[in-house]
């Protein structure tokens, strides 16, 4: 690494590398931050010149982190951590502060939960941003390593540095297109129908297709798509059934139908997890404090369509 005044860098500079590593891509890092891609690209280059490296280059279509940035990128993490601590020191005041919260969640917690979060946060705090990104099924490296704030997740990975609570509880029900077929009135009515499901990119199923398959529940899977969005097109026009938490119906699968299953099954609970060094940041106090607000108000709104 090249002599360069540390003076020279500050806490921006140090989100600009960690969001261009994190996204891999300028565009999207500048997406992120709420600047132009000129802005992220000037902040590379002064970047490039105080280490002395070239920090990303490209790789296909995308760019990928030199051995240097990654090196680079785990330090920026601890000093944005300490910055902030530093920052708050004196006591925690939403409304002066700016920056971005990153939160990791797959659909069904996405459209439930974060649109609310997001308007309590703008409210409270002109500066705050929020970035959602996938959680598939959740590793603790997610919250150790990437840069992400919180995990809203039924898998809580487990490991002793990550803390947890959890939000709500749903059930299953079974969701058809009431147009196209009649709801499933017995139990030989439910295993004799095809079926469709939710299998995340990382290939794992859900919690509840684990479930009947331990019951030895077995059910003809007809299709699989990565996310509870692609259900609804799969269900519509057809015979098919799913058999996914109620709340969807507030979301994805709202304007089909759903009714109970013909045998009872374990609720599926709702968690948010986050490192424990996060634990009495006061900005991430007040991030679960809303979160958990939202998630109370959406538990109070009575039971979802469907």
């Known amino acids: 690494m090249s002599r360069f005044d540390h003076l020279d860098l500050d806490g921006h500079a140090l989100e600009l590398l960690l969001a261009v590593h994190e996204e891999g891509s300028v565009t999207r890092a500048a997406q992120r931050l709420g600047v132009t891609q000129s802005a992220v690209s000037h902040g590379l280059d002064k970047l490039r010149a105080i280490a002395g490296d070239a920090l990303f280059v490209r790789s296909g279509r995308g760019i990928v982190a030199t051995v240097q940035a990654e090196a680079l990128a785990a330090r920026a993490r601890v000093l944005l951590d300490e910055l902030r601590a530093f920052g708050q020191a004196a ?86 297109d009431a147009a196209a077929r009649k709801a499933p009135a017995r139990r030989a009515d439910y295993l004799a129908a095809e079926h469709v499901t939710v299998r995340h990119e990382d290939r794992r199923g859900l919690d509840i297709d684990a479930w009947l398959a331990e019951q030895r529940i077995e059910r003809e899977i007809v299709a699989t798509v990565p996310g509870f969005a692609g259900i609804a097109a799969l269900l519509r026009g057809g015979p098919w059934l799913a058999t996914l938490p109620s709340l969807l119906g507030r979301g994805a699968l709202r304007g089909l139908a759903a009714t109970e299953l013909p045998f009872a099954t374990p609720p599926m609970p709702m968690y948010l997890v986050w490192h424990r060094r996060r634990q009495d940041d006061p900005l991430h106090r007040w991030l679960r404090a809303e979160l958990e607000a939202v998630a109370r108000e959406a538990m109070e709104g009575g039971p979802p369509p469907g």
């Open 91 to 176: 006591g925690f005041d939403p409304a002066r502060w700016r920056g971005t919260l990153t939160i990791a969640a797959n659909d069904l917690q996405r459209d439930l939960l974060l649109p609310a979060l997001l308007r309590r946060l703008r409210a409270a705090s002109a500066g705050a941003r929020l970035c959602v990104i996938p959680s598939g099924a959740p590793q603790p490296a997610l919250l150790r390593e990437q840069g992400c704030d919180l995990v809203i997740t039924p898998r809580p990975p487990e490991a002793a540095d990550l803390l947890q609570k959890r939000l709500f509880e749903d059930r299953y029900v079974v969701w058809f």
